[in-house]
């Protein structure tokens, strides 16, 4: 497949490659840089990487894919920092869950040797860093890639069977639409998670501590999703903000008409609501994307 790649970034996502790689014995180097020195640590102790390099440009030497694994908000100076040492007929894909922004800062920097490929493996859990990856983090989730027009067939294939060589499912479509089907599948919940924990928590102590106390599922899940990572998430608001508004405004209507009903106690309007509603875990479970008892893709021991 190839014979070397490098890993930028080495928190859950990187790290997960790394390991899950090495569980199918499908590459024979795997480079890593983190501009993290505790990360490095870690990447040395836990044998994370065959070789960690100081520098994002001397780790991407030779090697035939390269794997950006960063936020979104350092993505630009990663690539600049790279550009000139990479080698010629390399592939470029990253990690980053809003692509048009992405596709936007690869035909920026121009990379006329390598070929770039953005994508986005749709997986993860709430913890991050390094010692939260897990090699089968992939297996059975959606890989989804966002090729421009003029991408070789043949680049994309081979970028197809590395992330199915891990277990996932790939499917390819344009950045524009990635951006709007993870606005409603991601990044709505995770603003709606966020302020569901933010409104439960900002009570008095007791109150707070009895809420803690009581959690039933509903809240306890919510609080999974809103304890991902900050600065991740505040590049995603930011870099897929038009998309994210337009489902906001749409999201407080519906709000506002379940106010109405709440208000007006008209029973037939929430029981039509709840109705409604209620088919769509049967077709996610029927679409394989989750099981009866669900594990959130934690790590299992």
Request: glycine content about 6%; hydrophobic content about 35%.
């Amino acid at each position: 497949m190839f014979d070397q790649i490098s890993i930028i970034g080495c928190g859950l996502i990187g790290s997960s490659i790394f390991k899950g790689l090495k569980k199918v014995g499908s590459i024979k180097k795997i480079i890593t840089y983190d501009n993290d020195k505790s990360v490095n640590e870690i990447i040395k102790k836990d044998k994370l990487s065959d070789e960690i390099f100081k520098s994002a440009g001397d780790a991407v030497k030779n090697s035939d894919l390269i794997i950006i694994a960063t936020p979104i908000s350092s993505f630009e100076n990663v690539l600049n920092s790279i550009k000139d040492n990479l080698k010629t007929g390399s592939i470029l894909t990253d990690t980053c869950s809003v692509k048009t922004g992405v596709s936007k800062i690869f035909e920026k920097i121009n990379l006329k040797n390598s070929v770039c490929i953005p994508g986005h493996p749709v997986a993860g859990i709430e913890n991050s860093g390094p010692k939260a990856g897990f090699a089968d983090l992939f297996k059975n989730k959606w890989t989804i890639l966002t090729p421009s027009k003029s991408t070789d067939e043949n680049t994309i294939q081979k970028v197809s069977n590395f992330w199915e060589s891990l277990g996932s499912k790939v499917k390819i479509m344009s950045d524009e639409d990635h951006d709007k089907i993870l606005t409603f599948t991601s990044h709505l919940p995770h603003v709606v998670a966020y302020n569901i924990v933010k409104t439960s928590m900002s009570h008095d102590e007791e109150v707070k501590d009895d809420i803690i106390k009581y959690s039933a599922g509903g809240l306890r899940d919510f609080t999974r999703i809103a304890s991902s990572d900050p600065i991740m998430w505040r590049d995603i608001f930011i870099d897929n903000s038009e998309n994210i508004l337009k489902i906001l405004n749409e999201f407080t209507k519906n709000i506002d008409d379940f106010k109405k009903a709440i208000t007006e106690k008209n029973g037939e309007k929430l029981l039509k609501i709840f109705t409604s509603t209620k088919n769509v875990r049967k077709e996610i479970i029927k679409a394989g994307q989750e099981v009866e008892t669900p594990d959130f893709g934690r790590k299992k021991n």
